[in-house]
């Protein structure tokens, strides 16, 4: 099943960093939809996604499935402005929490779960430094 993600009064945007490229506004698995209302709402953060199944990603991404979202704004703000980093700190920290995250990479926090097992993928970083991948287990 899937479903848009609500955009919360505002609070989550979508707009492509690639203006010429399709809205990033489209269906995802519920589960995934569910876990980003629920992050924000939980950090009172607001997002911007810029990539759901849209974008270019690994072969074997979840993106594809639409199990997968990018973040690149957290506040209005870039994800490596060091102005940003206790925010981004704060939105990985809940995401990564959440009972159903898959895959939380970003600056601070690398991991991927299975089940009940949390794996550290701290070779994930480098590549997520200017935005936040989140992806659900189902
Ligand atoms: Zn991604």
């Known amino acids: ?26 269906p995802v698995s519920i589960y995934l939809a569910k876990l980003v209302e629920d ?8 997002i911007n996604i810029n990539s759901t199944t849209g974008g270019l990603h690994s072969k074997t991404s979840f993106h594809y499935h639409g199990m997968a979202i990018d ?3 957290i506040d209005g703000k870039k994800i490596d402005d060091p102005a940003n980093f206790s925010n981004v ?27 009940n097992k949390k794996t550290q993928k ?3 970083r480098t590549k997520h430094l200017n935005h936040l991948h989140i992806s659900s287990q189902r």
């Open 39 to 46: 992050v924000a709402r939980i950090t009172n953060l607001s």
């Open 1 to 26: 099943m899937k479903r848009q993600i609500f955009n919360l009064n505002g609070k989550i945007t979508f707009i492509n960093n690639e203006p010429s490229k399709p809205s990033p506004n489209l």
């Open 89 to 115: 700190q704060k939105f990985q920290l809940a995401a990564s929490q959440h009972k159903d995250i898959g895959e939380c990479f970003g600056p601070f926090i690398n991991i991927r779960k299975r089940g």
């Open 122 to 124: 701290p070779q994930m």
């Open 71 to 73: 973040i690149n704004l």
